[in-house]
């Protein structure tokens, strides 16, 4: 076994790049999921080590006096910060040149021919779903019996090895957990809808949705939801509470689609109750009443929904699969039931006008979810998004991020330019926090505990220097 070391390098100042974060971007405000996707091959390799750099605001130096004691590194990298990512791991080789570099991600699984032949410096890069494809490297298997690996051979030359199968046996795969507690600072992690100290992991790969914006399941995880069954969760729910004791507030199920497999959800969610946890989980905007009642009855305090687009062509173009009038109903149930709702956004899909942004910006202040998040559409490699986008000549610029970190639009179409799509960002954001409807119950949550109160402010100053830095860069850009 090497000595193996997994890493999600340094990056730009308050830059979230891990797995769990939909867009790798500079965030609004400070937010950090945990790098579950490097976690899992971690827990499948003993004596490893992970460092997750961006959160613990640790530097290159930092990674490099770990890193000399290590013979195995395996890097998480994305489209964003491929570049940057790549810079760690020529500074890794120059301190120990016999160093093994691998890179694992969505951006490596769909480009790993151009991604060995344009980076010298990398070894090998994990394809698809890759933990035991980690796993197999880190035993010192032969490279050329890996599957799923690509690879330089002795001569230099790439090679691509066959594809693996998809990882169906969940119950076998080891707990995430004992992995953030030995590496990760908990308190580290923040994000803004969620409670503080809070834990996210994945408790199955895939979703049945065929989105075409959505990266995972077109890249890695596919289109066959495979799971843990209900009673492997309970078990790692009941670990998780004696690692962590009662400083987690909150437990974040990561799935795409959690609630896809209803009576699994709902199993899932009697041990939470059982052992008395609060948590949150992704959700599709169709769940029906009596679903959401059992799961709020049994812990459940918020549902992380992808709205996308207030305008149903645009949905209908992106394969949601929703109906605008069956998420309205779904919110109305969410109040009923008191259970809060994150929204997320997207500005920039195919068909988008400055009449269907707001559209958008309408749909979100009527349904009003407690907070939201607004992204700019970002065609990644591998997803049918970015296919449509090459097809059509909608790129306008190859970056996804300005040189700060900040997400900007490569994307533009005929009746709407980059930068209207970047500056609507702003202006949603402006129309529905600027509301009484958004601000009272914000306020209220911050009277009702002192550390929302600081947090809440924080954020806010993060927000308007966001929003600021934004500006900046699009009268630079203009």
């Known amino acids: 076994m090497q000595k193996t070391l997994f890493l999600s390098p340094p990056s730009f100042d308050g830059f979230d790049g891990g ?16 790098p579950t996707w490097l976690a899992q091959p971690a827990a499948l390799v003993p004596g490893s080590k992970l460092i997750d ?14 890193a000399k004691d290590y013979d195995l590194v395996i890097m998480h990298t994305s489209t964003p910060s491929l570049a ?24 490596v699984a769909v480009l790993p021919e151009e991604t060995l032949r344009d980076n010298p410096i990398i070894d090998f890069v994990c394809r698809n779903e890759f933990d035991y494809t980690c796993k197999d490297v880190a035993e010192g298997l032969p490279l050329s019996e890996i599957k799923g690996l690509s690879y330089r051979d002795a001569d230099n030359q790439i090679q691509h090895n066959p594809e693996r199968d998809l990882i169906h046996d969940w119950d076998a795969m080891p707990s995430v957990l004992p992995v953030y507690a030995r590496d990760l600072d908990i308190k580290k992690y923040f994000i803004g809808y969620l409670l503080h ?9 895939g979703c049945p949705a065929k989105c075409s914006f959505c990266l995972w399941p077109q890249t890695i995880g596919g289109h066959n939801y495979r799971a843990k069954s209900p009673e492997a969760v309970g078990k790692e729910m009941e670990q998780a509470k004696y690692l962590f004791g009662d400083t987690v507030r909150e437990y974040m199920f990561d799935d795409d689609t959690f609630t896809i497999d209803k009576p699994r959800a709902i199993a899932i969610s009697e041990h ?11 959700a599709r905007a169709n769940l029906d009443y009596d679903t959401l009642k059992q799961l709020r009855d049994n812990g ?3 549902l992380l929904v992808g709205f996308e687009s207030g305008n149903q062509q645009i949905l209908d173009g992106i394969n949601k699969g929703i109906k605008l009038e069956v998420a309205r109903k779904f919110m109305a149930n969410c109040r009923k039931l008191g259970i809060t709702v994150h929204g997320t956004f997207i500005i920039g899909l195919p068909n988008e006008s400055q009449e269907t ?8 202040c009527e349904v009003n979810p407690h907070t939201i998040q607004v992204s700019i559409a970002a065609p990644y490699p591998g997803t049918a998004l970015y296919a449509q986008a090459k097809e059509n000549n909608w790129f ?26 970047e500056d609507a960002v702003e202006r949603m954001y402006r129309r529905f926090y600027f509301r009484p409807q958004a601000i009272i119950p914000i306020v209220g949550e911050m009277l009702g505990d002192p550390q929302m109160l600081v947090r809440r402010l924080r954020e806010g100053r993060e927000f308007f220097a966001y929003l600021k830095e934004r500006q900046t860069g699009a009268a630079a850009k203009a």
């Open 357 to 364: 942004i707001e559209e958008t910006i309408r749909f979100a």
């Open 396 to 421: 306008s610029d190859t970056s996804l991020l300005a040189d700060s970190g900040i997400q900007t639009s490569t994307l533009a179409y005929p009746n709407l330019s980059s930068a209207a799509i």
């Open 53 to 66: 750099a961006p959160p613990h605001e640790q530097t290159v130096e930092d990674v490099l006096k770990v």
């Open 300 to 302: 459940l305090r918020l």
């Open 272 to 282: 939470l109750k059982r052992l008395k946890l609060t948590w949150s989980c992704n």
């Open 84 to 107: 940057n990512d790549v810079k760690c791991a020529e500074a890794i080789k120059a301190q120990k040149p016999g160093t093994r570099v691998g890179f694992i991600g969505a951006h």
């Open 197 to 205: 100290p809070y834990i996210s992991f994945y408790t199955g790969r």
């Open 19 to 34: 797995a769990g974060a939909r867009y790798q971007a500079k965030r609004e405000i400070t937010s950090f999921w945990y």
